[in-house]
């Protein structure tokens, strides 16, 4: 079972930031946060990744609570074609474990940009 | 680079029929792995590898076998095709097991009938 919880929808206005939650209350002290995000029927787009730390990109900020249990991933100035289904995912990134690797996929966000 | 590439894109197979998902990646990137995406759902791990000659299941593999001889290939083989595998199937990669982002191909759209 996936281990976030996202809300199924979201809308936003072009040029203003998307903000998109994810709850992981029962996140482990090696486990990651990752985002991605899947643009109609292509394949899954990699976003942004972070332990501990507020992380930023090209594409987005991630912003991650002290205790860990939630984050939030921001858009700064959405566009349509930000519009697509973001996936909130936790993986364990440690050789050998029985996790090795996988990414538990949820239902995700759909975030819809409007014009 | 032309990233990770998956062939076909399309694909109609008849039910018993076997075929072999190709998918290709020139980044040298040690993790590879398959995923299928059904209508309305998200995406889940079938099969996976963490480099060439090591394989291991992931939460579907039933009714697909894979293997990895190069660090480049790792193609997904149906035995017998059933209706219950339509499906998108995706290919991922990333440099290792450690926290890297993956790249995924664009897809292989299966029916089977």
């Known amino acids: 079972d996936a281990k976030t919880t996202q809300p199924p929808s979201m809308d936003c206005a072009e040029g203003r930031a998307a903000n998109l939650p994810c709850n992981h209350s029962t996140i482990s002290g090696n486990e990651y946060v990752y985002w991605y995000r899947q643009i109609h029927s292509q394949g899954p787009q990699y976003i942004i990744h972070?332990?501990?730390n507020n992380e930023t990109n090209e594409m987005a900020s991630l912003i991650i609570t002290e205790d860990r249990k939630s984050s939030t991933l921001i858009l700064p100035h959405a566009t349509l074609r930000d519009t697509a289904v973001y996936y909130c995912?936790?993986?364990?990134?440690?050789?050998?474990?029985?996790?090795?690797?996988?990414?538990?996929f949820g239902q995700g966000t759909t975030l819809q940009v409007k014009p | 680079n032309a990233g990770v590439t998956q062939t076909p894109k399309f694909q109609v197979l008849k039910t018993g029929q076997s075929m072999t998902l190709q998918c290709a990646q020139d980044?040298?990137?040690?993790?590879m792995s398959w995923y299928r995406q059904d209508p309305g759902m998200g995406l889940r791990l079938i099969h996976y590898s963490v480099g060439a000659g090591i394989t291991d299941q992931g939460e579907v593999p039933n009714g697909y076998n894979v293997s990895r001889s190069t660090t480049e290939d790792f193609p997904l083989r149906l035995l017998s095709a059933a209706p219950s595998q339509t499906s998108v199937y995706f290919c991922?990669?990333?440099?290792?097991?450690?926290?890297?982002?993956?790249?995924f191909g664009s897809g292989t759209r299966l029916t089977v009938v």
């Open positions: 980044m040298n990137h040690e993790y």
């Open positions: 991922a990669s990333s440099p290792g097991t450690g926290p890297y982002g993956y790249t």
């Open positions: 995912i936790v993986r364990v990134d440690v050789w050998g474990s029985s996790n090795t690797g996988k990414l538990i």
């Open positions: 972070g332990l501990k």
